[in-house]
């Protein structure tokens, strides 16, 4: 029998509140879908279907408050750091900045499924208020979705023993109830739990503002998807067409920007170098993207002449197929060693596939049985049409899309083979980012042409007879347009390869066409030049890709060569080793690492930036800031966060490939210090010493001898370092020693720190770069500098308030009480009273101090803090008041104060640790890129309030 | 649409010889005998070998890190990774490297590492003790 343990501590509503809003969600998403099933089928009986549709409505709505719920608990349970819920557990912790909760809540894949289902319950709720007769069907199809999205959170098991199958990951459930761990054998284990807390690399505010929109983005595909479904379902082929091109257009702008977020994260925070790098998750977010834009261009097509509804149909489909396949990609595991950012494996494989297969057998279901209703003209599109290009561009998108997705879906492919034949060797993309920019290319002319040119067209066209002056006089000026264009790039950047140059002529011809379609036919009128301006920023695109991908200029070249190395190995290596202080000359300009600082957990690096003329003037001079960021023990470094000089025309980008190894981890800095050969030396102020240090030369029989002259040049109590923070009742002794070696004719002055706080002592050693030595003080220092109790003779005063007496040599005068006590060794306690004597000493040669010595009262004890005048060697100890006449009765003692000694050791072969191993990348045109990219998102932005209006 | 379906012909066939011609592309993770066979450039895939010795010495190169691997046949192979040495890079179980043999050793360029700390909810975290 187990006792059942009565743990102490646990909050356990909030976890009951979100098991029961979790089951909750998950079913009022099944009334919801059923509802609205019925709703839609009994749509002949008015009645019927209205009233079906309040149960949906409601079933919705409380679907929502559910998941509402689920998520105001999770982040209850977070914000309190309630450790005993495994999710707190697993991404919170006590030292988790408040800013960074929302990136510790969708962190996990139970956080990111709830993101995304809260964006659906937004997302029905505007549809239920809009959509109309669309409502139904619409809603059905969604709420179908949270089903299956919900029952990720469920966590329930199906069968029993080992063979049960778990359905979902529940995010309320205890950490007890996850794991076994012997802590919960103890009742209040809770009180010892801390959290994981949310990775280093994770606490930036991309994090906060990327993911929440990428999965805006995401869940805004199911309403195209819905409306396909709904427009098949209820054999409304053409109905479906004007409704949901605004909500298609929305989902655009907004996959686009979450996709592009994640590359402005990846650039600018990240140090991977750029800002896509074709990583499968990368990839997969794309792809829904890329279809999604062709369904939008086919919508458009089928709402002005009747053709391609079936490809409408299909891509709408498609896009959200590829949405679910992307999460199977990234959530599974499958994609293994082939991405830098793929979740690992939680179970969920099996649910994920089966997401994906039930909406394609829908979807092929609905499409297949209906596909003979759908309009067609019999009459194809002319050659001289613009519907015509719009369509075949679709295709290219399309084909850009199964290429991405087929080379993508290779580990997938691996797995099948591998099922059926176990003997399968997995095959791999040896150079992902090659093999893509090489088809990708095409892609990129083929659109770039095509948006040029077909918007001169114009759609149904009947008499090109008669327009096809002005179509090629419009399309003339843009190839000699985007000629100069590309002939100007050539000029700015090195463009090898014809097809480089064709890439940059086709985005030129974008950019010009465009610009004149927006000047030509749509006479400046921007609210209906979306299409315009998104082909304008596409254009741009391009152009800042080959700008910036094609161009981008390793600026920390480095020095040492390696024999042989291909030309593309060796540009690989591209990282110089920057010594603080030296400036070193890369490409053009002159960088020298002039310092660091340290704030909390963020070590900041300064790294100044010049470039001069012929003459030597600066021309050019800039400070760049990466930094590192340590883990919470301060024991390793967690994070390297690059920097970036932003030009208009170019960003020079800056970040720390490595540290010495004892400033990355704690363990090599011991490891480092018990290694050195460190020789101890006893010495006064102003001695001076010699020694001989034999050094072997690198690579050769030989050893080289120096010789090191030392010199104390003071002793110091109140000792100061960089590393050092005073805190009261410390005693910190520094030593001053200069070290001068015959290597060299400078001198360098070391000032090591020594500092007992309580019983423990730290010790700061000093390290002399250029002559590659350290210098630490020994705890003997404080025996040499102070005089030891037991060496002094005390004598007891008992004196009153302005009496004189004379101890030894010196006259002291007790000049009162002080009831402010300042003694630096004295520390305030709850209770405590404490008075300090103020003492007042001469000696006969005319120095003075002041002295105060603490009498202190503490739990009912006696006890006294000893001062002293070390200078003129008084000790004074303040042991009791009589409380009668208010005499105070201090002990005293003179002892002729002695020259201080230092004890310290040398060690002559510490290698350096001011520098900083760092990569420099120089990216021209890259603002083209984000320029172009948003323009295209904006265009798809203003597209949608166009449609909106004449919707309504 | 019977010219769209000449152009959508006309794709497929372009897609299918882009398939063909992909499979340049692609290798297999070859084994360091095979490396050492072919010598030309491979994926290979190796356990970290945390008894043989890693170096890092920036000051020496910074773009220049040697270490071991061993592959499923059992095989001991010496890696130049021609790159500071990744973060995190001793606590890594599994690597996957791309490059070429040259001479005795390994030449990679690119590394991918599979790192245990990633399953991290397998621990528990206890506060600090306090004294």
């Not at chain 1, 095409?442 to 009947?462: A, H, Y």
């Not at chain 1, 020694?691 to 030392?710: A, E, G, Q």
């Not at chain 2, 996957?96 to 690119?110: I, K, N, S």
Request: glycine share 6%; aromatic share 14%.
């Amino acid at each position: 029998m187990i006792e059942e343990i009565q743990y102490i501590g646990e909050h356990l509503w909030p976890g009951r509140i979100g098991q029961a809003a979790v089951f909750i969600a998950f079913s009022a998403a099944i009334l919801s879908s059923i509802a609205y099933f019925f709703a839609t089928q009994k749509r002949e009986d008015v009645e019927l279907s209205h009233s079906w549709r309040k149960i949906g409505r409601v079933g919705f709505g409380i679907h929502g408050l559910a998941v509402f719920t689920i998520i105001g608990m999770l982040f209850y349970v977070m914000l309190n750091n309630y450790y005993e819920y495994q999710y707190v557990q697993a991404h919170v912790n006590d030292d988790l900045a408040f800013r960074y909760i929302f990136s510790a809540f969708w962190e996990g894949q139970e956080g990111s499924f709830l993101l995304w289902m809260f964006w659906h319950v937004i997302l029905g709720g505007l549809l239920m208020l809009s959509a109309k007769k669309w409502e139904s069907p619409v809603m059905a199809i969604i709420a179908s979705v949270e089903i299956i999205i919900g029952s990720m959170l469920l966590g329930i098991y199906i069968g029993f023993g080992p063979e049960a199958f778990r359905l979902g990951s529940n995010p309320a459930l205890l950490l007890r109830d996850v794991m076994e761990a012997p802590i919960f054998a103890n009742a209040e284990y809770v009180s010892l739990l801390d959290g994981t807390g949310l990775n280093p690399l994770l606490q930036n505010w991309w994090m906060t503002i990327h993911p929440p929109t990428l999965f805006l983005g995401f869940a805004s595909t199911v309403v195209p998807f819905a409306f396909a479904m709904a427009g098949l379902w209820i054999r409304d082929h053409r109905g479906w067409l004007a409704p949901v091109l605004p909500w298609a257009l929305f989902s655009g702008a907004i996959l686009g920007t979450g996709i592009l977020m994640g590359g402005a994260w990846a650039y600018e925070a990240l140090s991977f170098g750029g800002y896509w790098a074709w990583d499968p998750v990368e990839n997969m977010s794309l792809v829904p993207w890329i279809v999604l834009i062709a369904g939008i261009h086919t919508n458009l097509i089928a709402r002005t002449t009747d053709q391609s509804i079936r490809a409408t149909y299909i891509f709408y489909a498609l896009s959200f197929i590829m949405i679910v396949y992307s999460t199977f990609l990234t959530r599974s595991g499958v994609l293994g060693e082939t991405s830098v950012h793929a979740f690992t494996e939680m179970g969920l494989e099996w649910q994920l596939v089966t997401f994906i297969v039930v909406y394609v057998l829908l979807a092929a279901y609905l499409f297949f049985s209906r596909v003979k209703g759908i309009p067609a003209p019999e009459k194809e599109e002319s050659t001289s049409s613009k519907e015509f290009w719009m369509f075949i561009g679709s295709l290219v998108l399309l084909f850009s899309a199964v290429l991405i997705t087929a080379s993508t879906s290779l580990p997938v492919y691996n797995k099948i083979r591998t099922f059926f034949d176990p003997g399968f060797v997995g095959r791999v993309i040896t150079d992902p980012v090659p093999h893509f920019n090489k088809y990708q290319l095409w892609i990129g002319v083929f659109i770039g042409l095509l948006t040029g040119f077909s918007q001169f067209l114009r759609f149904r066209e009947k008499n090109f007879s008669s327009y096809w002056k002005k179509f090629l006089l419009h399309t003339g000026i843009g190839v000699l347009l985007a000629m100069v264009f590309t002939y100007l790039s050539t000029l700015a950047i090195n463009l090898s390869a014809w097809q480089y140059q064709l890439l940059m002529f086709s985005g030129w011809f974008a950019v010009v066409t465009n610009v004149d379609h927006i000047i030509s036919f749509l006479r400046g009128n921007l609210k209906v030049g979306g299409s315009a301006i998104s082909h304008i920023g596409f254009g741009l695109m391009i152009v800042g890709v080959l700008f910036s991908g094609l161009n981008q200029k390793v600026i920390s070249r480095n020095p040492f060569l390696m024999e042989g190395l291909t030309a593309n190995e060796e540009a690989k290596r591209n990282t110089v080793l920057l010594i603080k202080d030296s400036p070193m000359i890369m490409d053009e300009y002159e960088v020298t690492l002039t310092g660091d600082s340290i704030d909390y957990l963020t070590r900041t690096y300064y790294i100044d930036y010049k470039r001069r003329d012929e003459t030597g003037q600066v021309v050019e001079q800039f400070q760049l800031e990466p930094n590192i960021l340590y883990d919470k023990e301060f024991t390793k470094v967690a994070a390297s966060n690059p920097s970036t000089k932003q030009y208009w025309n170019r960003d020079v980008f800056t970040h720390i490939a490595a540290l010495p190894p004892e400033e990355m981890d704690i363990t090599e800095k011991k490891a480092k210090e018990d290694s050195l050969d460190y020789k101890t030396y006893i010495m006064g102020i102003e001695e001076k010493l010699t020694f001989l240090d034999t050094v072997p030369v690198k690579d050769r029989d030989t050893f080289l001898v120096r010789s090191f002259d030392l010199e104390v040049l003071d002793i110091q109590r109140n000792a100061q370092h960089k590393d050092y923070i005073p805190e009261t009742g410390d005693i910190a002794i520094s030593a001053w020693i200069k070290v001068t070696s015959s290597e060299k004719d400078t001198s360098f002055i070391a000032k090591p720190v020594l500092v007992l706080r309580g019983q423990v002592l730290y010790s700061f050693p000093d390290q002399i770069n250029p002559l590659n030595t350290r210098v630490k003080l020994n705890e003997e220092v404080f025996d040499l500098v102070y005089t030891a109790e037991a060496e002094l003779d005390y004598q007891e005063y008992v004196i009153s308030q302005g009496d004189e007496v004379t101890v030894g040599d010196i006259k002291v005068k007790f000049q009162g009480f002080n009831k402010d006590v300042t003694l630096p060794s004295y520390e305030k306690q709850e209770g405590d009273i404490a008075v300090a004597a103020m003492l007042n000493a001469t000696t006969t040669d005319g120095k003075t101090a002041d002295i105060e010595p603490v009498f202190l009262i503490r739990n009912s004890k006696p006890l006294n803090l000893k001062d002293e005048a070390t200078e003129i060697g008084l000790h004074a100890r303040f042991v009791s008041i009589n409380p009668k006449d208010g005499k105070a009765t201090i002990f005293m003692a003179h002892q002729a104060p002695r020259a201080p000694k230092a004890s310290f050791s040398v060690a002559t072969r510490s290698f350096r640790t001011d520098w900083v191993a760092l990569q420099a990348i120089e990216f021209p045109g890259i603002n083209y890129f984000w320029l172009g990219a948003s323009l295209m998102m904006f265009g798809l932005t203003i597209s949608m309030y166009h449609r909106i209006r004449t919707l309504a | 649409m019977k010219k769209v379906y000449i152009i959508a012909g006309i794709m497929i066939a372009v897609a299918v010889s882009l398939f063909v011609m992909a499979q340049d592309d692609l290798s297999t993770y070859a084994t360091i005998s095979q490396a050492v066979k072919t010598g030309s450039r491979v994926k290979i895939a190796g356990q970290l070998a945390k008894d043989m010795e890693m170096i890092y010495d920036p000051v020496e190169d910074p773009n220049l890190f040697t270490f071991y691997i061993r592959d499923d046949e059992g095989a001991t192979q010496k890696v130049v990774l021609l790159q500071p040495k990744p973060q995190d890079f001793e606590l890594s179980e599994q690597v996957v490297l791309t490059g070429r043999m040259q001479e005795d050793a390994f030449v990679a360029t690119d590394v991918l590492m599979k790192c245990p700390s990633k399953y991290k909810d397998e621990e528990i975290y206890l506060k600090e003790q306090q004294g």
